[in-house]
C-alpha cells in the first residue's frame, strides 16, 4: 500500500506558472505508475496526466498537453506537475493518485492523495 500527499498549489494569476508535489511512503515507488486528475466546482473529475513506474512513458490531456509537465524522482518518492501558462480554466483541486501496475497510464486508480487547491486568477 502507498500513502500519498500532494502540496504546492495556491493562488495565481493567469500566465503563472506552479509545481505541484505528490510525496509518496513506502520503499516500492517505482513499481507504482501515479497520475494527476483535478476536480473544478460543480464538475467531474478530469484526467490530467500520468507517468510509469519508471518514468520512460508520460501521457497527458488535451487540454493541458503542451502546457504541463509531468516527472517523477523516485530516489525522492516524488512525482511532479509542473504547470506553465496557466488558465483561469484550470482552477481546480488536484489530486494524484496511484496504481500497482508500473506500466499504467488509464485512468483507474487504487490509491488517492487529500488534494491540493490550484486557483488561477484572470
Do not use: H
Not at 506500466?103 to 484572470?122: A, D, F, K, M, P
Request: charged share 15%.
Amino acid at each position: 500500500q502507498v500513502q500519498l500527499v500532494e502540496s504546492g498549489g495556491g493562488l495565481v494569476q493567469a500566465g503563472a506558472s506552479l509545481r505541484l508535489s505528490c510525496a509518496a511512503s513506502g520503499r516500492t515507488f517505482s513499481t507504482y505508475a501515479v497520475g494527476w486528475f483535478r476536480q473544478a466546482p460543480g464538475k467531474e473529475r478530469e484526467f490530467v496526466a500520468a507517468i510509469t513506474g519508471s518514468g520512460g512513458g508520460t501521457r497527458y490531456s488535451d487540454s493541458v498537453k503542451g502546457r504541463f509537465t509531468i516527472a517523477r524522482d523516485n530516489a525522492k518518492n516524488t512525482v511532479y506537475l509542473q504547470m506553465n501558462s496557466l488558465k483561469p480554466e484550470d482552477t481546480a483541486v488536484y489530486y494524484c493518485a496511484a496504481s500497482g501496475k508500473a506500466w499504467y497510464l488509464g485512468e483507474e486508480y487504487n490509491y488517492w492523495g487529500q488534494g491540493t487547491q490550484v486557483t488561477v486568477s484572470s
